[in-house]
T-cell receptor
Framework: NAGVTQTPKFQVLKTGQSMTLQCAQD?????MSWYRQDPGMGLRLIHY???????DQGEVPNGYNVSRSTTEDFPLRLLSAAPSQTSVYFC????????????FGQGTRLTVV | DQQVKQNSPSLSVQEGRISILNCDYT??????FLWYKKYPAEGPTFLIS?????DKNEDGRFTVFLNKSAKHLSLHIVPSQPGDSAVYFC?????????????FGKGTLLTVNP
């Protein structure tokens, strides 16, 4: 009963480094999304996917790339990390039907120095 | 431009009393609203939702009210329990009732005192 699994839980990067945040769900959900949470800002949508092979930008997509080659996985790539990307990142998934809830992972706390 | 607003950063109530958390929105295209609860170091967990075709939805101790004309919704928790202490996020979607693209408020920290 894993639900939405994010790895790693914590990460420290140097400015300019790249890395991939992993997200996997075992509920056969079509929809998956990435959010970032900053102090006093709530959660903001980075990218989302409505199915394998389909992705689109959210509110704050700059500096991030995504791909969705399988239903289960939705990795988030930081191309060249910047201190402004220090945040807590949450992955979410949900069924494709209307009026359904989104399930969130436990988050990845990223610090860019 | 903040489309979902939770104007109270924090709320403190006594155990057994009612907690009322408020949320306002500006985007008339929003048609589905959700409340999430978040404990420290955990991901948000779904609490309750309401479609724009309804004005009330109830689930146990939790009731959400929607006033479309005022673009306002509220979450009522009765009775409040210490385990309810958490950050509550209001979220909205304009995706025809689907929730893959949520707009969140900044959250309200609820503290329930024993």
């Amino acid at each position: 009963n894993a639900g939405v699994t994010q790895t790693p839980k914590f990460q420290v990067l140097k400015t300019g480094q790249s890395m991939t945040l992993q997200c996997a769900q075992d509920m056969n959900h079509e929809y998956m999304s990435w959010y970032r949470q900053d102090p006093g800002m709530g959660l903001r949508l980075i990218h989302y996917s409505v199915g394998a092979g389909i992705t689109d930008q959210g509110e704050v997509p700059n500096g991030y790339n995504v791909s969705r080659s399988t239903t289960e996985d939705f990795p988030l790539r930081l191309l060249s990390a910047a201190p402004s990307q220090t945040s807590v990142y949450f992955c979410a998934s949900s069924y494709s039907g209307v009026s359904t809830e989104a399930f969130f992972g436990q988050g990845t706390r990223l610090t860019v120095v | 431009d903040q489309q979902v607003k939770q104007n109270s950063p924090s709320l403190s109530v006594q155990e057994g009393r009612i907690s009322i958390l408020n949320c306002d929105y500006t985007n008339s295209m929003f048609d589905y609203f959700l409340w999430y609860k978040k404990y420290p170091a955990e991901g948000p967990t779904f609490l309750i939702s309401i479609s724009s075709i309804k004005d009330k939805n109830e689930d146990g101790r939790f009731t959400v009210f929607l006033n479309k004309s005022a673009k306002h919704l509220s979450l009522h928790i009765v009775p409040s329990q210490p385990g309810d202490s958490a950050v509550y996020f209001c979220a909205a979607s304009d995706s025809g009732g689907s929730n893959y693209k949520l707009t969140f408020g900044k959250g309200t920290l609820l503290t329930v005192n024993p």
